[in-house]
């Protein structure tokens, strides 16, 4: 993985995370990869380089917290990204949603990429799309996420590939029913997402351009 992250111009870690609060030890704050394997702070000091990457987004709890009590620098995983070359990072501050952060996150992609937005600017705006998202909205959302996983599974003719797509079809299919369960016609004004712990969490370190 460590030699992939070099080839790539968006960085996107979507794992449990362990935030330095939470250790003696700054550097051993870290990601969960697959099959058990971790990526620590201390190991991307050492050996990680990203010189293409133009953001590195950090998808999960507590990414972006630090100890001020071991050192007069900020030492953390999003240091560690930016000293492997990454001119920004995004990263939490606190366990975080997932449904509320993939809609922020497709939404602050879409920003940066499509419309070509500064990436703090871009990180605000996705914050108060979510903050005022409505039942509604939501609902639309992933009913056009559910039709584009079908048609994507209709073209795949990898095995693998089918059933990741089989296991997100899953996913999409129940948050629909739930929504669709517990909010009548009369209640889908509502914004599930309004309360700031579903999106002042995240935050983005190094250049806001």
């Known amino acids: 993985m460590l030699d992939a992250a070099q080839e790539y111009d968006f960085i996107h870690l979507a794992t449990h995370g362990t935030g330095a609060t939470l250790l003696k030890d700054s550097l051993a704050a870290g990601l969960v990869l697959a099959e058990g394997d971790s990526l620590t702070a201390r190991e991307i000091f050492k050996t990680l380089k990203v010189p293409r990457a133009y953001a590195v987004v950090l998808s999960a709890c507590e990414t972006g917290m630090i100890r001020l009590d071991q050192s007069d620098e900020y030492v953390g995983l999003p240091a560690a990204f930016l000293y492997a070359g990454a001119p920004a990072v995004v990263s939490s501050l606190w366990e975080v949603d997932d449904l509320a952060t993939a809609l922020l996150l497709y939404r602050w992609y879409k ?78 004004s509502i914004c599930p997402f309004s309360s700031p712990w579903f999106w002042g969490g995240f935050i983005l370190s190094g250049n806001a351009e």
Not at 129 to 157: G, Y
């Open 111 to 188: 920003h940066v990429i499509e419309e070509k937005m500064g990436r703090a600017t871009a990180l605000k705006r996705a914050q108060l799309e979510v903050r005022d998202l409505t039942v509604a909205q939501l609902l639309l959302w992933l009913h056009e996420l559910e039709n584009n996983i079908v048609a994507r599974n209709k073209t795949s003719s990898s095995h693998e590939k089918a059933a990741s797509y089989a296991d997100q079809l899953k996913t999409v299919s129940a948050l629909i029913a739930h929504y669709e369960k517990n909010y009548g016609e009369n209640e889908r």
